[in-house]
């Protein structure tokens, strides 16, 4: 059995409210039509695809779709959805017997949803998945708003895509059509030509894009993930100046060099957080040219930069710090540097550490020049902290 799909991009989908389609707005870096295009480029069964777009853009085909690793063919849709699919049909190759028809407006197909179609639609001819209502359904009488019926919600399911067909009964419901029966999709044609068309599970992931709150709730999926950062920063330490890590003052009779108080320890952590959420570095938001930072405590600055990734939808999940100073000792003062950073990040002292190296005596923090530190920090988008 050889398995091609038609992927269905013809609407201009308004009810989204952007400008351009919807299956071509961005979805975690690629298009949505491009994501529902990779569900079957990547999976083994498939050997060919056919892209229907709208005719305004199927000229620039080859641009809008990008490459694949099957071949695919482009094509101009038609006015209804069964159009479309016929001009797919039509451009499907010889030697495919089996097609899938699939929504571009579904995205989130996985390769088990695919491989249930493909069996219940080899042996039956035709397969739809389908999820159970969970809810009560009522018929409603759409002028009046009042239910004129309750219906058994045991022989209710919601129809997705892909829908599986024999290239027969493909053929079959597509003439149907083309006789002139309306079908909002090809399982109705093909039961009206008299095929029995059976269902399997769906996927509740499987969601269509239909409105700005589908698509904004897609998008989430992409960018609802961990993110991680790294800082790193080192100051010159010259006699005279006080040494301040994070409010802490030490015994030391030299201290950090800088525009501001030179706390290393922040301003690495605060390089990590920012890195983290994608909202560049220190320096961009806190320039050494800019006297309101001038002696600036990093306590301070930290709290700034939460206040930035609070801004940009962030909150923090943990951070770790290496300070590397040849003396005073740090250890005896990890405790006070962990509770004031844990204060300040709004986070359990536990999610907050710090740690001390020497350098051995090598090197300019060796020599007792330098103070230098690493950092790391892992954000989440603020929902999911
Ligand atoms: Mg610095």
Same mark, same amino acid.
């Given at each position: 059995?050889?398995?091609?799909?038609?992927?269905?991009?013809?609407?201009?989908?308004?009810?989204?409210?952007?400008?351009?389609?919807?299956?071509?707005?961005?979805?975690?870096?690629?298009?949505?039509?491009?994501?529902?295009?990779?569900?079957?480029?990547?999976?083994?069964?498939?050997?060919?695809?056919?892209?229907?777009?709208?005719?305004?853009?199927?000229?620039?085909?080859?641009?809008?779709?990008?490459?694949?690793?099957?071949?695919?063919?482009?094509?101009?849709?038609?006015?209804?959805?069964?159009?479309?699919?016929?001009?797919?049909?039509?451009?499907?190759?010889?030697?495919?017997?089996? #097609? /899938? $028809?699939?929504?571009? %407006?579904?995205?989130? *197909?996985?390769? +088990?949803?695919? @491989?249930?179609?493909?069996? =219940?639609?080899?042996?039956?001819?035709?397969?739809?998945?389908?999820?159970?209502?969970?809810?009560?359904?009522?018929?409603?009488?759409?002028?009046?708003?009042?239910?004129?019926?309750?219906?058994?919600?045991?022989?209710?399911?919601?129809?997705?895509?892909?829908?599986?067909?024999?290239?027969? #009964? /493909? $053929?079959?419901?597509? %003439?149907?059509?083309? *006789?002139?029966? +309306?079908?909002? @999709?090809?399982?109705?044609? =093909?039961?009206?030509?008299?095929?029995?068309?059976?269902?399997?599970?769906?996927?509740?992931?499987?969601?269509?894009?239909?409105?700005?709150?589908?698509?904004?709730?897609?998008?989430?999926?992409?960018?609802?993930?961990?993110?991680?950062?790294?800082?790193?920063?080192?100051?010159?330490?010259?006699?005279?100046?006080?040494?301040?890590?994070?409010?802490?003052?030490?015994?030391?009779?030299?201290?950090?060099?800088?525009?501001?108080?030179?706390?290393?320890?922040?301003?690495?952590?605060?390089?990590?957080?920012?890195?983290?959420?994608?909202?560049?570095?220190?320096?961009?938001?806190?320039?050494?040219?800019?006297?309101?930072?001038?002696?600036?405590?990093?306590?301070?600055?930290?709290?700034?930069?939460?206040?930035?990734?609070?801004?940009?939808?962030?909150?923090?999940?943990?951070?770790?710090?290496?300070?590397?100073?040849?003396?005073?000792?740090?250890?005896?003062?990890?405790?006070?540097?962990?509770?004031?950073?844990?204060?300040?990040?709004?986070?359990?002292?536990?999610?907050?550490?710090?740690?001390?190296?020497?350098?051995?005596?090598?090197?300019?923090?060796?020599?007792?020049?330098?103070?230098?530190?690493?950092?790391?920090?892992?954000?989440?988008?603020?929902?999911?902290?």
């Amino acid at each position: 059995m050889s398995v091609g799909v038609i992927i269905v991009a013809a609407g201009r989908g308004t009810r989204v409210g952007a400008s351009v389609p919807k299956q071509l707005l961005d979805l975690g870096g690629r298009s949505v039509l491009r994501r529902s295009i990779d569900a079957f480029d990547r999976h083994p069964a498939i050997a060919a695809l056919v892209v229907v777009l709208p005719a305004e853009l199927a000229g620039d085909g080859p641009a809008v779709v990008g490459g694949t690793d099957r071949p695919c063919q482009v094509v101009a849709g038609g006015a209804r959805r069964q159009d479309s699919v016929r001009e797919g049909l039509r451009a499907m190759p010889a030697g495919i017997d089996l #097609v /899938l $028809v699939h929504d571009a %407006a579904r995205p989130f *197909a996985d390769a +088990e949803l695919i @491989d249930r179609v493909i069996a =219940a639609a080899g042996e039956s001819g035709a397969a739809i998945p389908g999820l159970a209502a969970r809810d009560t359904v009522k018929r409603v009488d759409p002028d009046r708003g009042t239910v004129t019926a309750t219906l058994p919600r045991e022989e209710i399911w919601l129809a997705q895509t892909p829908q599986g067909f024999r290239r027969d #009964v /493909l $053929v079959a419901a597509v %003439a149907l059509g083309e *006789a002139g029966v +309306e079908g909002t @999709d090809e399982a109705m044609l =093909a039961e009206r030509a008299g095929h029995t068309v059976s269902v399997v599970p769906g996927d509740a992931r499987n969601v269509k894009i239909t409105t700005a709150d589908d698509l904004a709730a897609a998008r989430a999926t992409f960018t609802s993930g961990p993110r991680v950062g790294t800082g790193f920063d080192l100051h010159r330490l010259v006699e005279g100046r006080p040494l301040v890590l994070a409010g802490v003052t030490l015994p030391s009779d030299r201290g950090p060099l800088g525009h501001s108080d030179g706390d290393v320890l922040c301003h690495s952590l605060i390089d990590a957080m920012l890195g983290a959420a994608g909202q560049g570095d220190i320096g961009r938001h806190f320039p050494n040219t800019d006297p309101r930072w001038k002696g600036a405590p990093g306590l301070d600055l930290l709290a700034r930069a939460c206040g930035i990734l609070r801004t940009a939808g962030f909150a923090v999940a943990n951070v770790d710090v290496t300070v590397l100073l040849e003396k005073p000792k740090l250890v005896p003062h990890l405790d006070d540097i962990r509770s004031a950073l844990a204060g300040v990040l709004g986070l359990a002292v536990d999610r907050v550490s710090v740690k001390a190296k020497t350098n051995e005596g090598v090197d300019a923090v060796g020599r007792g020049e330098a103070i230098a530190a690493h950092a790391t920090a892992l954000v989440w988008p603020e929902d999911r902290r």
